[in-house]
């Protein structure tokens, strides 16, 4: 396991000229502190060495931009972890999942939701970030919707200011560079003032939480999620809200339940991505539209090469987390008027791209379980099935940085 990698804390240069290539980093011969912006700050309780140690020791490097760029090394591959909700049936907590991710030796774990802690007392958490730097795999966090007027929106943690807190007080305790939260689903575009005003609800939450969210020296990732936000609406969130603290969460299968083809969407959010929940596409054209299935990676219609080598340029430290979410077909009904309501400025940028890849599709059926049987067991076993041969799949490209 290579020494030099820590994990981005701060986007891609949104206006890179030139791209800082993949890989440039201190040498080998361990982390450097020259250069580590002041905005890097240790969490509460964690001393600033030992918190360079652990972030050097998870092996995922700072995205600092060509102006720290230092003498041009050979790139490094992209790092590769787990998503948990790839493998939600298992029900696992946050230590099984970290137990799962070093047995396949990826390089990050992504915990996207809070009810995988056993605790969220600081002291389990630090526990649980070391036990992490002793396996040199990164952590990651998130949760649930922060737009207090979303249909998504839950109360469990509290009011969406509380839910931001307490999200960043987690993911400083683990380590985390960034606390990824959603705006909410397809739905919000049809409520009163439609994605707009839900955009606007969202940005006031989020810049009530700046100064902590800089103090703390994390970012804030919100996700392209489910049908939700075009990556173009997503941008002018960011922008809105302030991209010195608010990222993006980078979601290809999301992107085509918004009309978009996955490199497009790769395109628009790159620069300002800072983590990921990745999954490939199925997609054809079908009586009210079209039809799209969610697939393992490899098994659908993106282009990976090409998708690896744009992400490699726009954010080549930031993680390739895995989200599998298969078996299930969802018809955008695009032939439909009524559908439009929800896209009162019209057809999204690039729509054609998106149907042209639909044009190429051929049906598939949804996924069935065997009839009898343990049907719980059976979800495990395809959802397991699924991630890993994705994982092969990525490793197949050069992807993942433990050989």
């Known amino acids: 396991m290579s020494t030099n990698m820590q994990f981005p804390r701060v986007a891609c240069d949104r206006n ?80 099984a999942l970290l137990e799962y991710a070093a047995r396949l030796q ?91 005003g839900r955009i606007a609800d969202t940005v006031r939450v989020l810049k009530a939480a700046r100064s902590r969210a800089l103090d703390l020296g994390l970012k804030i990732a919100v996700e392209n999620h489910a049908g939700d936000m075009h990556s173009t609406e997503l941008v002018r969130l960011i922008e809105e809200a302030g991209s010195d603290y608010v990222g993006a969460n980078l979601d290809a299968g999301n992107a085509t339940w918004t009309l978009e083809d996955p490199l497009d969407n790769l395109e628009n959010l790159g620069r300002y991505t800072v983590s990921t929940s990745l999954r490939d596409s199925a997609m054809w054209e079908s009586e009210n539209g079209v039809t799209i299935q969610w697939t393992a990676m490899g098994e659908g219609v993106v282009d990976w090469k090409k998708y690896f080598a744009r992400f490699a340029e726009l954010c080549p430290e930031v993680p390739v987390n895995i989200e599998t979410i298969s078996g299930f077909n969802h018809e955008l009904p695009v032939n439909k008027e009524d559908y439009w309501q929800a896209w009162p400025q019209g057809k999204p940028p690039k729509y054609d791209r998106f149907l042209a890849l639909a044009r190429d599709g051929r049906p598939r059926s949804p996924h069935q379980h065997p009839a009898g049987g343990d049907r719980q067991a059976a979800e495990q076993k395809t959802q397991q099935g699924e991630f890993e041969r994705s994982v092969r799949y990525c490793r197949e490209l050069g992807l993942g940085r433990k050989r």
């Open 106 to 196: 990826l390089d990050s774990l992504f915990i996207t939701d809070l009810f995988a802690f056993e605790s969220l007392e600081d002291g389990h958490l630090r526990e649980l970030r070391q036990r992490a730097v002793d396996q040199g795999i990164a952590l990651i966090v998130g949760s649930w919707s922060i737009c207090p007027t979303s249909l998504s929106f839950k109360t469990d943690w509290g009011n969406a200011d509380e839910h931001l807190a307490l999200g960043l007080r987690v993911a400083a305790a683990l380590g985390s560079p960034v606390f990824r939260v959603i705006l909410g689903s397809r739905r919000d575009r049809m409520t009163e003032g439609g994605i707009e």
């Open 16 to 95: 890179p000229a030139p791209v800082a290539p993949a890989g440039s980093n201190p040498s080998a011969g361990g982390p450097s502190n020259a250069g580590v912006e002041s905005s890097q700050a240790a969490p509460a309780g964690c001393s600033r060495r030992r918190f360079l140690q652990a972030a050097a020791a998870a092996g995922i490097g700072l995205n600092r931009g060509p102006a720290h760029a230092a003498a041009p090394i050979a790139p490094q591959p992209l790092a590769l972890g787990l998503d948990n909700f790839a493998v939600r049936a298992m029900n696992w907590k946050a230590q």
